[in-house]
T-cell receptor
């Protein structure tokens, strides 16, 4: 089955700087890669996703890059703000997007004011 | 947020008890999911339902029994659980199996 590894497990970044979280996956057939944000005590929320037919996707301060050859994808957050503090989860799936999602262990991002 | 609701929010049960978790979505979605979230472990997808039909069971022990009577409601029936089953159980829904998932607030389950 799919195995998703996520690094780092914790990350502290000065406000205004950029943050990068990386994930690798094992199943070369995976074709859907979402990122979720979970604030303390709250439910996970999808923040961005990418499918295997594109290499990069941006949404304001958030971007995701995908390297299918190397089987890794990354989340980039620029101009970080205190409200970016949360746990971020990557996931990978083959077939229909949500049916075989395998998640990474999460990265706790702390933005230092 | 009221799109996906879960009850109860907290549950403590003994290993011999039988209880049920309830999830309801008010978004008109067709797909619903159960997840288990344990400390320091990845979020685990347990079950997937699409148009009331179960389409995925990720090797979940039989002491967890899902039920989806209609596209708006999803239950997780629990019996003879183990302490290691203590976790946050999250329900989610999406328009279809490829759409954005919306999560409920979760049920914090403690098995004693």
């Amino acid at each position: 089955g799919e195995n998703v590894e996520q690094h780092p497990s914790t990350l502290s970044v000065q406000e205004g700087d950029s943050a990068v979280i990386k994930c690798t996956y094992s199943d070369s057939a995976s074709n859907y890669f979402p990122w979720y944000k979970q604030e303390l005590g709250k439910r996970p929320q999808l923040i961005i996703d990418i499918r295997s037919n594109v290499g990069e996707k941006k949404d304001q301060r958030i971007a995701v890059t995908l390297n299918k050859t190397a089987k890794h994808f990354s989340l980039h957050i620029t101009e970080t703000q205190p409200e970016d503090s949360a746990v971020y989860f990557c996931a990978a799936s083959r077939g229909f997007g949500n049916e075989k999602l395998t998640f990474g262990t999460g990265t706790r991002l702390t933005i230092i004011p | 947020e009221t799109g996906v609701t879960q009850t109860p929010r907290h549950l403590v049960m003994g290993m011999t008890n039988k209880k049920s978790l309830k999830c309801e979505q008010h978004l008109g979605h067709n797909a619903m999911y159960w997840y288990k979230q344990s400390a320091k472990k990845p979020l685990e997808l347990m079950f997937v339902y699409n148009f009331k039909e179960q389409t995925e069971n990720n090797s979940v022990p039989s002491r967890f029994s899902p039920e989806c009577p209609n596209s708006s409601h999803l239950f997780l029936h629990l019996h003879t659980l183990q302490p290691e089953d203590s976790a946050l159980y999250l329900c989610a829904s999406s328009q279809d199996r490829e759409g954005e998932q919306y999560f409920g607030p979760g049920t914090r389950l403690t098995v004693t």
